[in-house]
C-alpha cells in the first residue's frame, strides 16, 4: 500500500512538472514571433541609417565635385589673366599713340575684372585677398579713366604715365607668387576643396601657396579710381552638348585616339568637375611638358586644354598658326571652324574659330585655340562659348546686301561683307551683315540687322604694338 501511494505521489509530480514544461515551451514558442519582428524591425532601421548616410556622403561629394569645378576654374582664368596683364602692362611704355594706349588699356580692363571674379570665388583668406582685390579694381578704374581723358582729345602726364611702371612691378610680383603655386600642382594632384579649408589660424593651403600680398609686403601704388566689382559667373543652359554622356573610360580614349593621335602622350585621370559643363579632368603630358585636360562628360568633347608656351623666337607663322588652329578643332569633333580672328603676343597666336555654314558665320559658337609659334604645338583650348550656345539654327536675312550697305553714309571702301550670327549683349541672337570697311580714319567692321535694317553694333579696328584690336 505505501509503496503504490509513493509511486501515486511520484506520478501526481511527474504531471505536474510535465505542465510547467508544456507551458514554458508555450510561452517560448508565443515570445518567439515578436523575438523575429524585434530583429527585423533593428535591420530595417540599421538599413535605413545605412541608406541616409550614403545619401548624405553621396550628396556631400557631388557637391565637393562641383566646388572643386568651380575653384578650379576659377583659380586657372585668373592665372591666364594675370599672365595677360602682365604683358599689356609690359608693353604700354613702348606704345606710342593714343589710339594704341586706350586699346591696351581696355584690355587691362577686361584683365583686371575678370581677375577680380576669379579671386570673388576663391577660398583665400580675407586679409590676402582684400589689397590685392582692391588693386586690380583700382587699375581698371585708373584705365578707364584715362582712356576717358584720351577718348575727348587729352593727354596724359608724365606722372600719369610712370604709374604703370609701378603697377608692372605689383603685376610681376603676384604672377611670381602664383607660378611658384603652380609648381608641382599637376604632380601633387592638387586639390582646391582640401587646401581651401582655413586651419586655427585663419590660412589654408591656396592662401599660403600664394604668398603674402597684403600692402605689408607689397607696395602698392597709390591710386583712388576705385572700379565696379565684377559679379560671379551664372548658371548658364548648356544648349551646345549632346545629351548623352559617356564616361571615364570613353573620354580617355577620344584624348588618346583623337586629340592626340598617334601622338607620344601619357594622360593621367584626375577628377570629376560637376558644374554647369561637367567635365572629366585629366592631366596630360607629352614632350615633358603638362597640361590640363577637361572633356565634356555630354558628348564627350574637348572644352578646356590649358598648358604654357616655350620661350623663343617665332618659327610658326601665322597663316600656318590659323590652319593649324582650325585644322585641330575640325579633327576633334568641331565641325566647320574657321578662323575669324587672330592676335599675336611674343611668341603666341590667339586664334578665334567660328563654324561657318552656308557662308553665314555664326559668332555665339566661337572656340579659341592657342598656338606656341616657338614648339608649333596647340598648348591651348577653350570652347565654352560653343558648349553653352552651339544650336542648329535657320538664320533669315530679310533686307537685302545694298538695303543693308545704305546705312553704311559715304566715303567707305568695303573689304568683306558676310552674313554673320551675333549675340548681342542682352543674350539674344540676330541675324547680321557683317561689313568690313575702311574709312579715312581707321577700319571698322559693322554689324546690321538683316531683318530691321539697323546698325546693331559698330567696332573700329586699332593697331597696338603691332597687335590688331577691336575696340
Request: proline share 2%.
Amino acid at each position: 500500500m505505501d509503496k503504490n501511494k509513493i509511486t501515486s505521489e511520484n506520478f501526481d509530480k511527474s504531471n505536474v512538472e510535465m505542465d510547467r514544461q508544456t507551458k514554458k515551451k508555450s510561452n517560448a514558442q508565443k515570445a518567439l514571433p515578436w523575438l523575429i519582428v524585434a530583429i527585423v524591425s533593428l535591420i530595417i532601421i540599421l538599413t535605413c541609417v545605412l541608406i541616409a548616410y550614403y545619401q548624405i556622403y553621396n550628396s556631400s561629394k557631388q557637391n565637393s565635385n562641383t566646388l572643386e569645378g568651380i575653384y578650379a576654374s576659377s583659380y586657372y582664368s585668373m592665372v591666364d589673366n594675370v599672365n595677360n596683364l602682365a604683358v599689356d602692362v609690359a608693353k604700354y611704355g613702348n606704345l606710342t599713340t593714343n589710339e594704341s594706349k586706350m586699346s591696351t588699356m581696355q584690355d587691362m580692363v577686361q584683365d583686371c575684372n575678370y581677375i577680380v571674379s576669379g579671386l570673388s570665388v576663391l577660398p583665400i583668406d580675407e586679409a590676402n585677398v582684400t589689397s590685392v582685390t582692391k588693386f586690380f579694381n583700382q587699375v581698371s578704374g585708373l584705365c578707364e579713366a584715362y582712356i576717358k581723358t584720351l577718348s575727348t582729345g587729352g593727354n596724359l602726364s608724365q606722372e600719369q604715365e610712370l604709374i604703370f611702371d609701378k603697377i608692372a612691378l605689383v603685376v610681376g610680383k603676384i604672377k611670381s607668387n602664383l607660378n611658384t603655386q603652380n609648381e608641382g600642382m599637376y604632380d601633387s594632384n592638387f586639390n582646391f576643396v582640401d587646401a581651401g579649408v582655413f586651419d586655427n589660424v585663419g590660412m589654408n593651403e591656396l592662401s599660403s601657396g600664394l604668398g603674402d600680398l597684403t600692402t605689408d609686403n607689397i607696395d602698392y601704388p597709390a591710386m583712388i579710381f576705385d572700379g565696379p566689382f565684377s559679379t560671379a559667373l551664372e548658371t548658364k543652359e548648356v544648349k551646345g552638348l549632346p545629351k548623352n554622356e559617356i564616361d571615364e573610360h570613353s573620354a580617355y580614349d577620344y584624348l588618346v585616339n583623337t586629340v592626340y593621335a598617334n601622338r607620344d602622350v601619357k594622360i593621367e585621370f584626375n577628377k570629376e568637375t560637376n558644374g554647369d559643363i561637367s567635365t572629366f579632368d585629366y592631366n596630360v603630358t607629352i614632350d615633358g611638358k603638362h597640361f590640363m585636360a577637361q572633356v565634356s562628360k555630354r558628348g564627350g568633347l574637348l572644352i578646356t586644354l590649358s598648358g604654357y608656351a616655350e620661350s623663343g623666337d617665332a618659327i610658326l607663322s601665322n597663316e600656318y598658326a590659323c590652319e593649324m588652329a582650325s585644322t585641330f578643332a575640325n579633327n576633334i569633333g568641331f565641325e566647320n571652324m574657321e578662323t575669324v580672328w587672330l592676335e599675336i603676343h611674343d611668341n603666341v597666336a590667339y586664334v578665334n574659330l567660328a563654324p561657318i555654314v552656308n557662308n553665314v558665320i555664326y559668332y555665339p559658337d566661337l572656340v579659341k585655340v592657342k598656338v606656341d609659334l616657338t614648339a608649333q604645338e596647340i598648348i591651348g583650348f577653350e570652347a565654352v562659348n560653343y558648349a553653352l550656345n552651339h544650336v542648329d539654327r535657320n538664320p533669315e536675312f530679310n533686307f537685302l546686301e545694298n538695303e543693308a550697305e545704305s546705312l553704311l553714309g559715304f566715303d567707305y571702301e568695303i573689304i568683306k561683307t558676310s552674313k554673320a550670327v551675333i549675340r548681342l549683349d542682352s543674350g539674344n541672337e540676330i541675324s547680321t551683315w557683317e561689313f568690313f570697311v575702311e574709312r579715312i580714319d581707321g577700319i571698322y567692321f559693322y554689324y546690321i540687322n538683316a531683318n530691321t535694317n539697323e546698325i546693331a553694333k559698330t567696332m573700329k579696328l586699332v593697331s597696338s604694338n603691332g597687335v590688331q584690336k577691336l575696340i
